[in-house]
């Protein structure tokens, strides 16, 4: 099984209040709702709302599709991870389409005094006063915002082709981390269906420009310009696992013991390194053989797999999965091929391994870890 991470060329927020910022080096990137009011002078109550792009390397892409996946079952999700959420309601939605017009990322921060407007904003794709997001007439099988009759200067936020839509809802309880399955946009990039210029996410209809105070939802995310380990990642994850013990036995007894070979103990970014991971009884039954029992290699069962953690934080970078993350096996033993790139360098992680052996399911947390260093 494999999984292979790019991290973004290009983010920033658009944001409805503030229709010429460019925010493109914010560490901060969110989908938020509030409202203003008197707006342009006026009496009443005037929603705002805020939508991030996003985008990733087309030839980064089409290298995994066409060198790595090489075919096989594929997924690719969008991960952006939360940094400040308020005002969540019973379910709160963000819905997340393929941008359908270019853009420029631009050198601004939120709020910034003067106003940087040297890249894309509410009303503009590029610089302040170069073109503005279509806001009417648009092109067949694309949309972007409506013009409001109460606030007509609100028009802009990017455009978006309708087709391909992937969404995720949250509640009170959610991980609100953004981890949502993007891969027919994806595709449709690969194919050249769509052009890439990348995502826009953005909460649902119901929610944008509804003049509710008690519907304020604020979503705050980590951008690429983030000094901290939670940049976002386009993750891709494919199936390629192969199983055919040869002469091994199949691990069928409890308790086990479990070992991490072919860690040197540290590794560059780009590096990409094929682990083998050990297996027998912790107590192997008495028989009559030639050579000692404790050298004999076995298979773990084909329900099997891998998660890596970071070690400081404890958290999961790749999660136990039953489809992409399962241990393949050969005549030498079990092994998986883990992609270096998607982890934070100078940092350490360390391996797990999952098995189910008789109906219990074993976990072994025995301090494989390993290192990130630049380079």
């Known amino acids: 099984m494999a999984v292979y991470k790019l991290f973004p060329i290009a983010d920033t927020t658009l944001y409805s209040g503030y229709p010429s910022m460019n925010t493109g080096l914010d560490e901060i990137i969110e989908t938020s709702t509030n409202f203003t009011i008197g707006v342009n002078g006026n009496d009443g109550q005037y929603p705002q709302t805020s939508r991030y792009l ?40 963000m819905a997340i389409n393929a941008v359908a017009e270019n853009w420029t990322m631009g050198t601004g921060h939120y709020l910034e005094s003067p106003e940087v407007s040297n890249g894309a904003s509410w009303f503009w794709k590029d610089y302040s006063g170069s073109a503005r997001w279509t806001t009417a007439s648009f092109t067949s099988g694309t949309t972007g915002s409506y013009n409001l009759t109460n606030n007509p200067s609100s028009s802009g936020g990017g455009v978006w082709y309708t087709g391909s839509q992937a969404s995720q809802s949250f509640n009170f309880y959610s991980d609100l981390d953004l981890n949502t399955n993007v891969t027919s946009i994806v595709s449709k990039w690969y194919s050249s269906s769509f052009v890439n210029y990348g995502f826009i996410v953005r909460q649902t209809e119901s929610q944008e420009f509804i003049a509710n105070n008690n519907s304020q939802v604020s979503l705050k995310y980590f951008s690429r310009d983030t000094h901290t380990i939670y940049p976002p990642q386009l993750e891709f994850k494919w199936n390629d696992f192969t199983y055919s013990t040869g002469s091994l036995t199949v691990l069928n007894t409890t308790p086990a013991r479990v070992t991490i070979d072919q860690n040197p103990g540290v590794f560059y970014s780009s590096s990409v390194n094929i682990f083998s991971v050990n297996a027998a009884p912790e107590y192997p039954a008495r028989t009559w053989v030639t050579s000692s029992v404790y050298t004999q290699n076995y298979a773990l069962p084909t329900a099997s797999y891998y998660a890596i953690k970071d070690l400081d934080t404890d958290e999961y970078v790749i999660d136990f999965d039953t489809t992409y993350t399962k241990l ?13 790139n998607g982890l934070e360098p100078e940092r350490y992680y360390k391996i797990l391994i999952q098995t189910t052996i008789n109906g219990s399911t074993l976990v072994f947390d025995n301090n494989y870890n390993f290192k990130i260093v630049n380079g």
């Open 54 to 93: 996003i985008k990733f390397d087309s030839t980064d892409i089409n290298d995994i599709i066409n060198n790595k996946i090489s075919g096989s079952t594929w997924q690719s999700n969008l991960r952006v991870f939360i940094s400040n959420a308020t005002g969540l309601s019973n379910t709160s939605s």
């Open 328 to 340: 393949s096996c050969n005549a030498s033993g079990s092994f998986f091929t883990l992609y270096m």
